[in-house]
């Protein structure tokens, strides 16, 4: 029920660039900070290389087909 997954992907998406992010999601910088927050209590961010960022947004991409394929 969180947008965590949302916020992930176009962190991603952004290449770990905050303000794209927020652009991404039309969200202000302070609401995507909290969420960052929260999510690297799980997922230590600050150590994800450009390289890991890239991989993560295939995996999210993948995901999501799957998803559509599976529950179209």
């Known amino acids: 029920g ?3 997954r949302k916020t ?3 962190y991603f ?3 770990g ?3 794209r ?3 991404i999601l039309h969200i202000h910088r302070n609401s995507l900070a909290y969420r960052l927050d929260k999510i690297s209590e799980l997922v230590p961010l600050e150590e994800v ?3 890991d960022l890239l991989h993560c ?3 999210c991409r993948l995901l999501a087909y799957q ?3 599976v529950h179209p």
């Open 2 to 4: 969180t947008e965590y």
């Open 8 to 10: 992930l992907e176009a």
């Open 13 to 15: 998406l952004s290449m």
């Open 17 to 19: 660039n905050r303000i």
């Open 21 to 23: 992010t927020a652009e």
């Open 49 to 51: 290389s450009k390289n």
């Open 57 to 59: 947004l295939l995996s």
């Open 67 to 69: 998803e559509q394929t």
